[in-house]
T-cell receptor, first 116, second 113 residues
């Protein structure tokens, strides 16, 4: 079974530029998460989708970050414009359904973003 | 402030030694998970604990959930170089929004041959 796919794996941009990340979850997984992991810290949830609807985006900096999952399968996360403090690894994860109480979250390899 | 505090932050030991890492909070959690993350990869789930006082074993790894469901520990017996990685605890806060996972900062373990 294929895992969670993310691209690109690495991205270097200058501040104020725009960037987009793509995630394809495991087939059949209804719930998709985007996390931000700053060096030396644990992942922080940015947004959770259930199918194509947003369940929780309370920690998403909406002035510069946006995310969509139009057909309930793959998802994109965009930053516009990027700031230096956005340098981090952006992780995508998926589960069969609902929250993580019993369901295992499967993580992709992440996209490492460097903002210069 | 960090909801889940992990200690120690860094641990460097020799192959064959035993070690324990801790995950503490003042909040109660419905469940708690432990993940291992290797460089350039996403976290991989090791175990989920749900019941206060629960102990789970996975080969040389022993996980314990505190009686009050506020803390957890991971004990590794006879560590091997393959155990090297970042160990993250993550919990679903009791009564928390959407049941989402909250991660600690992790313990970076290095096991030298």
């Amino acid at each position: 079974e294929a895992g969670v796919a993310q691209s690109p794996r690495y991205k270097i941009i200058e501040k104020r530029q725009s960037v987009a990340f793509w995630c394809n979850p495991i087939s059949g997984h209804a719930t998709l998460y985007w996390y931000q992991q700053i060096l030396g810290q644990g992942p922080k949830l940015l947004i959770q989708f259930q199918n194509n609807g947003v369940v929780d985006d309370s920690q998403l900096p909406k002035d510069r970050f946006s995310a969509e999952r139009l057909k309930g399968v793959d998802s994109t996360l965009k930053i516009q414009p990027a700031k230096l403090e956005d340098s981090a690894v952006y992780l995508c994860a998926s589960t069969l359904s609902g929250g993580p109480l019993y369901n295992e979250q499967f993580f992709g390899p992440g996209t490492r973003l460097t903002v210069l | 402030t960090q909801l889940l505090e992990q200690s120690p932050q860094f641990l460097s030991i020799q192959e064959g030694e035993n070690l324990t890492v801790y995950c503490n909070s003042s909040s109660v959690f419905s469940s708690l998970q432990w993940y291992r993350q290797e460089p350039g990869e996403g976290p991989v789930l090791l175990v989920t604990v749900v019941t206060g006082g629960e102990v789970k074993k996975l080969k040389r790894l022993t996980f314990q959930f505190g009686d009050a469901r506020k803390d957890s520990s991971l004990h590794i017996t006879a560590a091997q170089p393959g155990d090297t990685g970042l160990y993250l605890c993550a919990g679903v806060e009791y009564g928390g929004s959407q049941g989402n996972l909250i991660f600690g900062k992790g313990t970076k373990l290095s096991v030298k041959p």
